[in-house]
């Protein structure tokens, strides 16, 4: 008797691990809302959050410096990270990209990220101009037609005010994040 309730023990604990594998499989499958493909595009589902983290390691060989500075080879005085976002499907209404970016680093502390400005713009399918996301957020339809979305966020440093804050921040890289979210 002993041996069979074991075994409808082993068995019923067999099934609960099935049963809580199925149900963590659906939810990953239907929780599947956004995509970041490898040339930034990033696809994104109405009402969703999708957060991007960016580092200034993605441009090697280029060495980030405020623009009041004499620079060297290699240096810029600003880094640029762009993105394309799109819908997963046609909005039953127009929907709004709304972005935002926080968690700045450098070096992996927060201390000194004042010194990191972030500007974030847009543009939409082709356009050539490019507006502050401050000023005017971009919407997904115009008559009916879906539009992608190109987001470009230009990262600039402030000169440090003494030589231990640039001795904190010297050669260091800087992360952020970014965080898209279509709503209404």
């Given at each position: 008797?002993?041996?069979?309730n ?6 019923m604990i067999?099934?609960?691990?099935f049963v809580?594998?199925?149900a963590?499989t659906?939810y ?8 970041k493909k ?8 109405e009402?969703?959050e999708m957060t991007?983290?960016?580092t ?7 060495v ?7 620079q060297?080879n290699?240096?810029?005085t600003s880094?640029e990270?762009t993105y394309?976002v ?8 127009n929907?709004k990209?709304?972005i935002?970016t ?12 004042s010194?990191?400005?972030l ?7 082709d356009?050539?101009t ?6 005017n957020?971009p919407t997904f339809?115009?008559n009916?037609n879906l539009?992608k ?7 600039e ?6 030589e231990?804050?640039y ?5 260091k890289n800087?992360?952020?994040?970014i965080i898209?979210k279509?709503?209404?």
């Amino acid at each position: 008797m002993m041996k069979k309730n074991k075994k409808y023990l082993g068995l019923m604990i067999l099934v609960l691990l099935f049963v809580a594998a199925s149900a963590t499989t659906v939810y990953a499958f239907w929780g599947n809302v956004f995509e970041k493909k490898l040339d930034n595009t990033l696809t994104i589902g109405e009402g969703f959050e999708m957060t991007v983290s960016a580092t200034t390691a993605d441009h090697s060989g280029k060495v980030l410096v405020p623009s009041t500075v004499v620079q060297k080879n290699g240096d810029v005085t600003s880094l640029e990270f762009t993105y394309t976002v799109e819908l997963t499907d046609i909005p039953q209404n127009n929907l709004k990209l709304q972005i935002t970016t926080n968690n700045i680093k450098i070096g992996d502390d927060a201390t000194h990220n004042s010194l990191v400005i972030l500007t974030v713009l847009h543009s939409i399918d082709d356009e050539i101009t490019w507006n502050n996301i401050m000023n005017n957020l971009p919407t997904f339809l115009d008559n009916d037609n879906l539009r992608k979305i190109k987001v470009k966020v230009i990262m600039e440093l402030i000169e440090p005010i003494d030589e231990s804050q640039y001795n904190a921040i010297k050669g260091k890289n800087i992360t952020f994040d970014i965080i898209f979210k279509a709503q209404e």
